[in-house]
């Protein structure tokens, strides 16, 4: 089948590789010249130029669509674009992103654990993970550790024969990568929780932010949820497992104490019943996740030793609830939240200590409520320093920080507007005394780690030689 994509954007590029991995003769064409795409982008394109896809970039004019049998079209394409009215004059058939799943639901002959939600996709995907290498499995791993887009990074996984190489499959599965997933048959899927993000991508619509995560409802033999997703579930399957923790009723419940994680499970429907527990040293939302791994590892049909077992040997994420080190008494921590209710989880397990909280423009590709990430941080911290700098568009904002920085207004933390992560760091140490701790929050920690990490680390070492 000769296909043409339309748009060589985060939808139309996987979209275009994986037909073109299927047997297509594929042509992919955006008005943009190869150039004008960032770097990462353009090495993918050329990439898959080398694999085969026709690349027809910079194209103005119009388009032969009697050459092709079949379209597959960007979301990003205006519906009332010519080129759109072109489409229907030809009678050209259009391929669903449904019909691009389905393609990569054929080729994935493993078993496959899906996870979605608005928060601890990565987490719960990397303890997962962690539980089945320890079981002894084959595990293909793909989290938002391995790339900012994971629709992409799964079809480079395809093309690579990940699905051979491996006898199971752990991916964690955002708003994003639904698109090319939604075909895609799980053995098990699990949901965390549904809070308000990536909104602008749905019309500004909660109920359409919500309905675009419940794709894993129906692509689940075995469903495994957070309960704050009940409301949302319950109407449409009666057999979900849902996990929590503390001491909250639900299927699996678990809770930390003196450094020992203990979970209690019963799940009548699947005849699974019983209780274990492990040395966790971990804190803060790690727990809950690992909650949320353990129930889906019991429903796999993992006995408890093996869960305990990986358990035991996870040692964290980095960029996520991670220990830098002391630098002149002061505690450094580097963490990802960006969420409100994230931050929330995050905040808490500092609660109670003299806090510098620093913040990277919580904007990345989408705009957020940085009002709101002030207001909350606001209630934590004794000082807060936010930049304007966008580590995921590499773009200064300051206007950004000064939002963040408005939402504190009621908080009596010192509140500081900077230009990139460099001078907050530097003025953290300023800013502190021995016994405090510093925290970085933001979305740079997981779309530029290595160059966030790096940048806060050179400013707190220049701080502790100009100040201390």
Not at 190 to 206: A, F, K, Q, R, W
Not at 222 to 233: A, D, Y
Not at 328 to 333: F, L, N, P, Q, S
Request: glycine fraction near 8%; proline fraction near 3%.
């Amino acid at each position: 089948m000769k296909c043409i994509v339309i748009g060589a954007g985060n939808a139309g590029r996987p979209a275009a590789r994986i037909l073109n991995h299927a047997g297509n003769k594929v042509t992919l064409t955006d008005k943009k010249l190869l150039e004008e795409f960032p770097v990462g982008v353009q090495n993918t394109l050329k990439k898959m130029e080398e694999e085969g896809v026709e690349l027809l970039m910079g194209s103005e004019g119009p388009l032969e669509f009697k050459d092709f049998d079949s379209v597959y079209i960007s979301p990003t394409v205006p519906q009332n674009s010519p080129i759109m009215h072109m489409i229907v004059e030809n009678r050209i058939e259009i391929l669903s992103n449904e019909y691009v799943s389905t393609i990569i639901n054929d080729l994935m002959k493993l078993d496959i654990i899906g996870i979605t939600g608005t928060l601890g996709k990565t987490s719960t995907t990397h303890i997962l993970s962690e539980i089945f290498k320890n079981a002894g499995y084959k595990v293909w791993t793909c989290s938002s550790r391995m790339g900012n887009l994971l629709s992409e990074v799964i079809v480079d996984g395809i093309i690579h024969g990940l699905h051979r190489k491996n006898n199971l499959a752990v991916l964690e599965l955002p708003h994003g990568t639904s698109r090319l997933m939604s075909k895609v048959d799980l053995k098990v899927g699990v949901i965390t929780n549904i809070y308000p993000d990536h909104l602008d991508e749905s019309d500004y619509s909660m109920d359409k932010y919500v309905e675009r995560k419940l794709f894993i409802v129906n692509s689940s033999e075995i469903l495994v949820s957070g309960l704050q997703c009940r409301e949302f579930i319950e109407s449409l399957r009666n057999d979900t497992v849902y996990y929590c923790p503390k001491n909250e009723i639900c299927s699996v419940k678990g809770k930390l104490e003196n450094g020992m994680l203990n979970i209690c499970y019963d799940i009548s429907k699947m005849e699974l019943e019983g209780h274990f527990e492990t040395p966790f040293k971990l804190q803060g939302y790690y727990v809950e996740n690992s909650i949320a791994a353990a129930a889906a590892a019991l429903v796999y049909g993992l006995d408890e030793k093996s869960i305990i077992k990986g358990l035991k040997s996870f040692k964290g994420i980095a960029g996520h609830m991670e220990y830098i080190g002391n630098f002149k008494g002061r505690e450094v921590h580097f963490d990802a939240a960006f969420v409100p209710e994230g931050l929330i989880s995050t905040l808490e397990s500092f609660k109670n200590q003299n806090l510098v909280v620093l913040i990277d423009n919580p904007d990345s590709t989408n705009p957020r409520d940085k009002y709101r990430v002030g207001e909350v941080v606001g209630k934590y911290a004794k000082v807060i320093i936010c930049s304007g700098y966008n580590e995921t568009t590499k773009k200064a904002d300051i206007e950004a920080a000064n939002e963040v920085i408005m939402g504190a207004e009621d908080s009596d933390a010192i509140k500081i507007s900077v230009e990139d992560m460099i001078t907050a760091g530097k003025l953290s140490i300023k800013h502190s005394n021995q016994g405090y701790t510093i925290l970085h929050v933001g979305p740079g920690a997981i779309t530029n780690y290595e160059d966030v990490k790096y940048k806060m680390m050179y400013g707190i070492e220049e701080g502790c030689k100009r100040y201390e």
